[in-house]
């Protein structure tokens, strides 16, 4: 089945951005902070918000879908995650991150090694995912790709791009179809969040927005008071245990050789920031399974 999310070339999107600079269109092309890229974006944070919101809410829903009952593994991600999203807010994703409606959610799931981040501030960590993140240092670092995913826009981008592959189609009609139990989100829309593991559809990230996950990601983490360094060590981690059963992480988000490379050329300016702040009690993450 062709990738209908390739049919936007690069190109195009250039042509895009010039017409849009030219013609002085109020919405379309935006730049990402920190890396200056253009990027197409005809759904605005708002609705993309909207489908995260409800995407969220469909996870959720989903009678296999447990939330942890344990308050030490809650505790866990909670003190990553604020700490993560504190960050966001001083960081040059403020004013986005100060929109978002943040909600944390730990999914009792050991099997499945996993989180994601959704544009209007939605985050789940699978319980699998902590023998690899092993710390918070390194939940940090996993949180902190995830929360640039949604903070950079990457989820809108491909959506924009799916709405501008399809003459006619509007963003709504990508996203919300009619149902009789409400909204619900569209498979397309699942997967340009992230998400579409969950119905089947496998669509990774490019490598552009998975290079801005790595190198924004441990700026965050590192400004949240974490050691970056474990970053490189997480993926490690992940590629190691993905022997065997796949890892569903790994699977959305594709291990390229260039990543530790990436990581470590973005690595002295994370560790300049870490420097310079108070960093978080280095703690181990709580042991899963049996
Ligand atoms: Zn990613």
Redesign the pocket.
Known sequence: MPNPFSVIRFQQVKLFCVLCMLTGMAMGCETVPYTDRSQLVVVPQSQAAEMGEQAFQQILSDPKVQQSQSAEEQEAVNRVADRIIQAAKESKFAEDAKAFQWEVTVIKDDQTTNAFALPGGKIAVYTGIFPVAKNDAGLAAILG?EVV?ALARHGSERMSQEVLSQAGLSAAALGLGASGAGPVVGQATMAALGLGAKVGVLLP?SRT??SE?DTIGILLAAKAGYDPQEAVRVWQRMQEGSQGTPSEFLST?PSHETRITRLKEAMPEALEIYQKVQHAPDTPLPPVGG
């Open positions: 790709h995913h990230y927005h998975e996950a988000h």
